[in-house]
């Protein structure tokens, strides 16, 4: 994931530590995949674990890396990483004949690229689309790079949607809606409260007041699950599933984050 950066020009700080947490989790892998894909992407990273989020964290991977077998072996060809950040996941589940798409700022991207370079990972079948959330298309920005929205595509958004206000959520939601054809998937999470009294501002600011980056990469969009939902509903995506983080991993607070797919409305 990447929503803000750590600084202008630098890549996320919470992306690094996202992938340096990651490292440690056993995980599947593609029978042509690099199963060290995560770990030798996240060399040289001078940061320390999340180790508070691991078993949130696991969880995520879990459902993600579920996603994007499950798609793999419906014979879908094309996968779109939104905030991609350093998910390997276009190197552990490297398959002949799909692509990956990876979206994200252009600072953290460029220093995505250098990492690869740097490992001389296999990128044959990888597609980098640099955008900015809150100003690009990224409909538009996917057809450029050759991404056919006449065939199906699965469209993940991992731990990003928090980093971006609602406005910014319904438009990228909507751009992505506009280039799924038919028997595409959207797999999402969402960050849920429950706080009835609280509003979302207090909710927000205490939130970021516990983060360590709180400040440079501030949560802007923590809602009740039905809110959370209305959103991708009013994006045009219909819910197919929802899952509860904490029935993944033990250790993970129940009714925290919800993990979603959809398919276009």
């Not at 054809?181 to 970021?208: C, E, M, Q, Y």
Request: a neutral charge; glycine letters at 10%.
């Amino acid at each position: 994931m990447t929503g803000d950066q750590g600084g202008a020009g630098a890549p996320s700080t919470t992306g690094q530590a996202v992938a340096v947490t990651r490292a440690g989790l056993s995980r599947p892998r593609s029978a042509d995949g690099d199963g060290d894909s995560q770990e030798r992407l996240c060399a040289g990273m001078r940061i320390s674990p999340l180790d508070e989020m691991r078993p949130a964290l696991a969880a995520r991977t879990r459902f993600f890396d579920r996603q994007v077998m499950k798609m793999i072996s419906a014979g879908i060809g094309q996968i779109v990483v939104v905030g991609a950040g350093y998910d390997d996941r276009a190197l552990r589940f490297r398959t002949r004949g799909v692509t990956y798409y990876e979206v994200d700022h252009p600072s953290t991207q460029y220093d995505k690229v250098r990492r690869l370079l740097a490992i001389q990972a296999r990128t044959e079948r990888l597609v980098h689309v640099a955008a900015d959330f809150r100003r690009d298309a990224v409909s538009s920005a996917l057809a450029s790079v050759g991404h056919d929205a006449l065939s199906a595509s699965l469209f993940m958004c991992e731990g990003l949607l928090v980093y971006l206000d609602q406005a910014t959520i319904v438009t990228l939601l909507g751009s992505l809606r506009a280039c799924a054809a038919p028997g595409s998937t959207l797999a999402a999470s969402l960050a849920i409260h429950h706080d009835d009294v609280a509003s979302g501002d207090k909710v927000l600011a205490a939130a970021n007041a516990r983060r360590k980056t709180g400040r440079t990469e501030p949560w802007r969009t923590i809602l009740p699950a039905e809110a959370h939902l209305e959103l991708l509903g009013r994006s045009r995506w219909q819910v197919d599933s929802v899952e509860d983080a904490a029935e993944l991993e033990e250790g993970v607070a129940e009714g925290r984050s919800l993990l979603v797919t959809a398919r276009p409305g």
